[in-house]
């Protein structure tokens, strides 16, 4: 028993020790996804175990492709994926600032301040933080050149930002084409981003309908489509297949042949019915063989085959049609309809994929990726994610503040004010919490190579002296640290969002005051 006990001693942090070590394992983390924050941020490569190689600077990418052991960096991780569920952007940003509350948190367990005073604190700050958010929010309505520039901002610190202007006008147009302006509602879901390799970034395109990879499933079938109608369907191109064991004793010739024509009939029916239904293609679900693609293209009747589930249901909703079980309920009400149907080819490699174009109801539409390679493809495809959660955000809550570190800067000002009306010893902590936000327009100017210390502290002066909360770092060397003319935009819910999980996590972590680690050797 005594052995036990000291095993278990030696896997085991208490009190203030605890603590401490909690602080500098989020530090650590925070640390290293710092140097991504804001437009001149730095990207970061991740190799899997397999070798597979992810180039990002998307801090809930970069924190999900980890594999960190402590317990405490894992709850940073979830931290950010929590971000990126519910906002889709500023995940980098929530990971810096719970990390410098953590550190000024550090700073007042020293002086002998309890951790449930501090967490009380900095929950006072950040009410008040928030309430100053709302303050110096604008309201911008759904005009399309806000969403363009929140787009646009969003975009600036991505491997795309030199497209930026392209890419933020397909995303605001896809979220304008399925959104809901009465209900300011936006489902993500209609909106396919697709990606090929080859091509450069700026032929990316927004289409009107649904891309495929895949392609026509003959070569002598017809390539280009005009006004389709188009079968849906989830039943296979095959004869029926008893559900008991069952085997055929072929003993003659003519039996063979006899089969073979049943067979050919099945085949003929499947088609004929869907001709006779007025379909001019087929979309199937499942694989057909090399007789009925014969039969098929005999009836000139274009086919895709193997569309996925998820694709036949954005195929169904672009096109006004209905997914059709059974050959026998095939009718001509049930088709979807298509201005065009083609087949594209790609270079030299014989790749190549279906646009269903010109659709009868276009609340389902594709973003269709180019890029020199996968991993350009894989990180542009996560930028555009973010924009359109960011434009998504913004049609349900049409409030801005300004980026650049300036809603920090103003909010921290708002809390050091407040600081002094606070007779407590959560004074200290509101204080530091005041001091923690400024963490962020601190790593912006970092990372864009400018003297951190000297920025923040003239911009903070100019905030107090003209009461103007739009001005922030100026990143691209602009001219102007007024943020409102820089057009650099953020949305409220997203930057309320990023203070409220910060403050919770640091509180979460503050009351942890016994790690118990079990042995695996015991």
């Not at 052991?69 to 600032?97: F, H, P, R, Y």
């Not at 049609?321 to 095939?330: A, D, K, N, Q, S």
């Not at 007024?482 to 503050?510: D, F, S, W």
Request: charged share 25%; net charge negative; hydrophobic share 40%.
């Amino acid at each position: 028993t005594w052995v036990k006990a000291d095993a278990e001693e030696k896997n085991r942090s208490r009190g203030i020790e605890a603590q401490k070590e909690n602080i500098a394992a989020a530090k650590t983390l925070a640390n290293m996804v710092r140097t991504s924050l804001g437009p001149r941020g730095m990207d970061k490569i991740l190799v899997s175990p397999d070798g597979d190689v992810t180039l990002s600077n998307d801090g809930a990418t970069i924190l999900d492709k980890m594999h960190v052991g402590n317990e405490i960096a894992t709850l940073l991780c979830e931290l950010s994926k929590s971000q990126d569920n519910e906002i889709g952007d500023g995940t980098t940003g929530v990971v810096v600032l719970a990390g410098s509350l953590l550190e000024h948190a550090e700073a007042l367990l020293s002086k002998g301040i309890h951790p449930v005073r501090i967490s009380e604190g900095y929950e006072l700050a950040c009410e008040v933080a928030c309430q100053e958010l709302q303050r110096i929010a604008d309201d911008t309505g759904t005009d399309h050149a806000a969403l363009v520039q929140t787009a646009k901002s969003t975009l600036s610190s991505k491997i795309v930002n030199q497209y930026k202007q392209h890419i933020a006008e397909i995303c605001v147009k896809a979220v304008l084409a399925v959104a809901d302006l009465d209900r300011k509602d936006v489902n993500l879901d209609l909106i396919k981003v697709e990606g090929k390799a080859g091509g450069r970034l700026e032929e990316t395109c927004l289409v009107d309908g649904i891309v495929l990879d895949k392609d026509i499933s003959h070569p002598n079938m017809e390539k280009d489509l005009r006004d389709a109608r188009i079968a849906i369907l989830t039943c296979p191109f095959e004869p029926p297949k008893p559900k008991t064991k069952h085997k055929i004793d072929i003993a003659t010739p003519e039996q063979y042949e006899q089969l073979h024509a049943q067979e050919q009939e099945y085949f003929r029916r499947m088609v004929q019915q869907c001709k006779d239904a007025g379909a001019t293609l087929i979309c199937c679900q499942w694989g057909f063989d090399d007789e009925a693609n014969h039969l098929l293209m005999q009836h000139r009747l274009p086919a895709i085959r193997w569309v996925g589930g998820v694709e036949i249901e954005l195929i169904a909703i672009a096109t006004g049609g209905r997914i059709v079980p059974r050959f026998e309920e095939l009718s001509a009400e049930k088709l979807g309809r298509a201005g065009r149907v083609r087949e594209a080819c790609f270079g030299t490699t014989k790749d190549r994929m279906v646009f269903v174009e010109g659709c009868a109801n276009s609340k389902a539409v594709t973003i269709f990726v180019r890029g020199g390679n996968k991993i350009i493809i894989e990180e542009a495809k996560r930028s555009i994610h973010d924009a359109l959660c960011v434009v998504r955000n913004l049609v349900r809550d049409n409030r801005i503040v300004y980026g650049g570190g300036a809603a920090e800067i103003a909010c921290s000002l708002k809390v050091t004010a407040a600081a002094d009306q606070i007779a407590s010893s959560e004074q200290y902590a509101v204080r530091a919490f005041a001091d923690a936000l400024e963490a962020v327009p601190t790593a912006l100017a970092e990372n864009s190579g400018l003297p951190p210390i000297d920025c923040l502290t003239a911009v903070k002066a100019a905030q107090r002296r003209e009461e103007n909360p739009h001005l922030g770092i100026d990143c691209m060397d602009a001219g102007t640290s007024n943020m409102k003319e820089q057009g650099v935009y953020e949305t409220l819910a997203g930057k309320l969002q990023q203070l409220r999980l910060a403050t919770q996590m640091t509180k979460m972590i503050l009351k942890i005051d016994d790690v118990i680690t079990e042995d695996p050797t015991s």
